[in-house]
Structures are given as structure tokens and as C-alpha cells.
């Protein structure tokens, strides 16, 4: 299992402060957390920042970064400012 945690909006939308997945890729798991907590989600989960363990799925395998159990995927809204 891999434990999903929400941050800032994300958490405000989903009404939850994350939740666990058995998902083998961060393109799944953001595809599954979309279905559990609706369109209205969707386009801040496709510009989130994700991290896996602390990582920058950037510096990963972006999307195709493959999760094993026991990972923790921090999702944070894009962030806006002035």
C-alpha cells in the first residue's frame, strides 16, 4: 500500500487529508484519486507538484515513476502568488 497525502486545495477539495492505494504508478494514482473525489479535482490534480518519498517526480521517471509499498506520494496544488 502507498500512503497518498493531500496539501493546501487539494486537501480543501477532497475533504480528506489523504488516503491509502494499492496504484503501481503515479499516473494511476492520480487517474484513481480523480475518479474518488471528482472533475472538480481533476485539473489541479494534472498540475500538481507530486513528490514520492520526499523526490520530485521530476527527477524520477515523471508520471511513469512506479511505486512500490510503502512509498508516501505528497500532492501539492500549483501555487499561485503576486
Given at each position: 500500500?502507498?500512503?497518498?497525502?493531500?496539501?493546501?486545495?487539494?486537501?480543501?477539495?477532497?475533504g480528506?487529508t489523504?488516503?491509502?492505494?494499492?496504484?503501481?504508478?503515479?499516473?494511476?494514482?492520480?487517474?484513481?484519486?480523480?475518479?474518488?473525489?471528482?472533475?472538480?479535482?481533476?485539473?489541479?490534480?494534472?498540475?500538481?507538484?507530486v513528490?514520492?518519498?520526499?523526490?520530485n517526480?521530476?527527477?524520477?521517471?515523471?508520471?511513469?515513476?512506479?511505486?512500490?509499498?510503502?512509498?508516501?506520494?505528497?500532492?501539492?496544488?500549483?501555487?499561485?502568488?503576486?
Amino acid at each position: 500500500m502507498v500512503t497518498v497525502k493531500f496539501f493546501a486545495s487539494l486537501r480543501r477539495a477532497s475533504g480528506v487529508t489523504g488516503y491509502k492505494s494499492e496504484a503501481r504508478s503515479v499516473a494511476e494514482l492520480l487517474k484513481e484519486a480523480e475518479k474518488l473525489y471528482g472533475p472538480g479535482m481533476a485539473a489541479s490534480l494534472k498540475a500538481c507538484t507530486v513528490l514520492v518519498n520526499g523526490r520530485n517526480i521530476h527527477f524520477l521517471k515523471g508520471r511513469r515513476t512506479r511505486l512500490e509499498d510503502g512509498d508516501e506520494v505528497a500532492l501539492f496544488p500549483p501555487l499561485g502568488g503576486g
